[in-house]
């Protein structure tokens, strides 16, 4: 199968837009898609890259969910800005003796993300590459005019809250690992490994989360659960320039979390500090507007955990422990280019 009939085979008959957008006006087959946009908004674009071996192994994922995790990734992106995802460019590089199923599968998981969230894939890119699978997602997503959520809007006297139940994510990958078998092979799974193993194989982007964030009027900085608590928390502090104060007590550990750190022999907070991939949300709330926020949450069924406070009195992010004591908390999790 060459180059363009590769193309016809990944994107037939998916043409539709989300139900909120005008179709595009040229799509997939020209040289580039053209689309209306939303007056009084303003464009909001990110891209990222899954490649095999370092973010996804036979083990770890099935085809499908490679798909499906590349999309949501991006989309989560949209998320930690308070926008709405709108149109996505996929680019993908295989080798060519990857079966024409396997990235069959891949695409299928990578529609699924985008027909859940209303986003239209508009085109892309694909080559052949020595080596493994590169997926790469680049998302156009839209955001009133002035209103984009930013790191660097943190000030001192906000409540720092998470959404979610970080730590999922990176205990699922752990027991992955650990198992080494084919994910396509793993069947159903007994509690607690199967919420796990979903919630690395099928993170869920916090778009309803963000945008009732924006609505509240309340919200200060944000950022997405990708590279873990921590490594997020360091980002904002680092952006507005001031300290953050996380509680260990207070950082919500599921309960399957909870029971695969006790059959396992480890300690549920190194997953939720230094883990990723969990696409929740975490973010800063300015004091007076926390338990207006807590109320939206509520009603909408969203968990959101008050986890800390932001202080002028220091720089960085601490961690103050069970017993009293605080500690700085460096950056954490997967860094590509640490030596």
Known sequence: ??????????????????????????????DAAVADWPERSQIVMSCDTMVQEIHFKRVTMKDRDVGYKAMASNISDMAAMGAVPRYALVSLSVPKEVPVERL???????????????????????????????????????????????RSSARAGDAVFVTGYPGGSAAGLDYLLRSQQ?????GELPRPYQSLVHAHQ??????RA????????????????????????AEIAEASDVGL???????????????????????????????????????????????????????????LTVIGTVSDQFQGVRLLRCDGTSEPLGRRGYNHFDA
Not at 182 to 186: F, G, V
Not at 249 to 267: F, I, M, N, S, W
């Open 202 to 207: 099928r993170p869920e982007p916090q778009v």
């Open 245 to 303: 104060l996380l509680e260990a007590k207070r950082l919500p550990v599921h309960p399957d979390v909870a029971e695969y750190g006790r059959l396992t022999g480890q300690d549920p907070l190194e997953w939720i500090l230094a883990g990723g991939e969990d696409y929740q949300l975490l973010g800063t709330v300015r004091l007076e507007g926390v338990d207006k926020v807590k109320e939206l949450f509520r009603e909408e069924g969203i968990p």
């Open 182 to 186: 084919p994910a396509d092979t793993l």
């Open 210 to 233: 963000a945008r009732l964030l924006l609505e509240s009027g309340f919200v200060g900085a944000l950022n997405d659960i990708s590279d873990g608590v921590a490594s997020e928390a």
């Open 104 to 150: 069959t599968q891949i695409y299928d998981g990578l529609y699924e993300c985008a027909d859940r969230f209303q986003v239209t894939v508009a085109g892309g890119d694909t080559s052949s590459i020595s080596g493994g699978i590169v997926l790469t997602v680049t998302i156009i997503g839209a955001v009133e005019r002035g209103r984009a959520i930013v």
């Open 1 to 30: 199968m060459d180059e363009f009939a590769l193309i016809r085979r990944l994107t037939e008959r998916r043409a539709s837009s989300g139900k909120d957008l005008p179709p595009l006006v040229v799509g997939i087959g020209d």
